[in-house]
């Protein structure tokens, strides 16, 4: 990883990925979600609702793989003093917690018409909300430090600190009651059918992809910001 | 019940939301990137 640590470096290869994630991620979501609307067969038991999967998967996936990211490039920050772990992380934090605020939306609006609620108190959906506001705070800190370039060392903290509540999203759906369904995707294979599955792993892949075009333009943006900033500094002292 | 207005709804939602994340951080990198090229034309 260290290869990448010269932001010269770094841009070469994401300028042509930030362009390769956009358009690959927007075909997948494009083909994923059409098919998912109009051609994908209705559940036996929860009807058409069952349409809503292909979009609320991944945006939970992404929420809890947004955090991890942002838990590993801080590991990387503390301890390797990586230059470009912390943009990575601060660039990863506002899409997470858009993700993680679709994931609640359309959990909630899913829940309806098949659980009777928008909402309920359980493990697996108070754990995701924890999670938002994990996010939130992030955000607040990371923008509190002032360091326009990364995050503070308090903030890397918290990102690993805050890595506990993933393992508790994970594991909610066993350890409490919930009106929400165990994992239906393990490691161990899927419960699902595979006409429901291949469409879920197309928008999977297609909003993964979105969301590293995302992060990589947002890392972007910071490193030029970050050019400006030392560059005014400059001409201020000269 | 009919399920139809709340597919919409998260469909709608997710979409549009991903396209304004989308828009506003390309939005954010061309002006961040574009006024770092003009300093450095400048020296």
Redesign the interface.
């Known amino acids: 990883m260290h290869a990448f640590a010269n932001p010269t470096r770094f841009l070469a290869l994401a300028k042509p990925l930030t362009l390769w994630f956009?358009v690959a991620g927007l075909v997948l979501?494009a083909f994923g979600?059409a098919y998912g609307?109009l051609y994908a067969p209705e559940d036996r038991l929860m009807?058409?609702?069952v349409?809503?999967l292909y979009?609320?998967v991944p945006?939970v996936w992404l929420a809890m793989g947004g955090w991890t990211g942002i838990a590993i490039a801080s590991v990387m920050q503390i301890v390797w003093r990586h230059p470009l772990a912390a943009v990575a992380a601060r660039a990863v934090a506002?899409?997470g917690a858009?993700f993680t605020?679709?994931g609640l939306?359309?959990g909630s609006?899913?829940a309806?018409?098949t659980w009777g609620t928008w909402w309920v108190w359980d493990g697996r959906v108070t754990s995701v909300l924890v999670l938002f506001f994990l996010y939130l705070a992030y955000i607040a800190l990371a923008n509190a430090s002032g360091d326009k370039g990364g995050v503070s060392r308090v903030t890397a903290i918290f990102g690993i600190v805050g890595a506990i509540n993933i393992p508790i999203i994970n594991r909610s759906v066993v350890w409490w009651n919930s009106l929400h369904q165990p994992a239906s995707i393990t490691v161990s294979g899927s419960s699902i059918d595979s006409a429901f599955l291949w469409p879920l792993m197309v928008n999977v892949i297609g909003?993964s992809l979105?969301f590293g075009?995302?992060v990589l333009?947002?890392m972007?943006?910071?490193l030029?910001?970050t050019?400006?900033e030392a560059?005014?500094k400059r001409m201020a002292a000269e | 019940?009919n399920?139809?207005p709340?597919?919409l709804?998260?469909?709608a939602?997710?979409?549009i939301?991903?396209a304004a994340?989308?828009v506003a951080?390309?939005a954010?990198?061309r002006?961040?990137?574009s006024?770092?090229d003009q300093?450095?034309k400048r020296?």
């Open positions: 956009l979501v979600s609307l009807g058409d609702s349409r809503i979009i609320h945006t506002v899409p858009v605020a679709l939306i359309t609006i899913w309806r018409p909003f979105l075009a995302i333009m947002r972007r943006g910071i030029a910001e050019k400006v560059r005014l | 019940m399920h139809w709340f597919v709804a998260s469909y939602i997710v979409l939301a991903t994340v989308i951080s390309l954010a990198m002006k961040a990137e006024r770092a300093l450095g020296k």
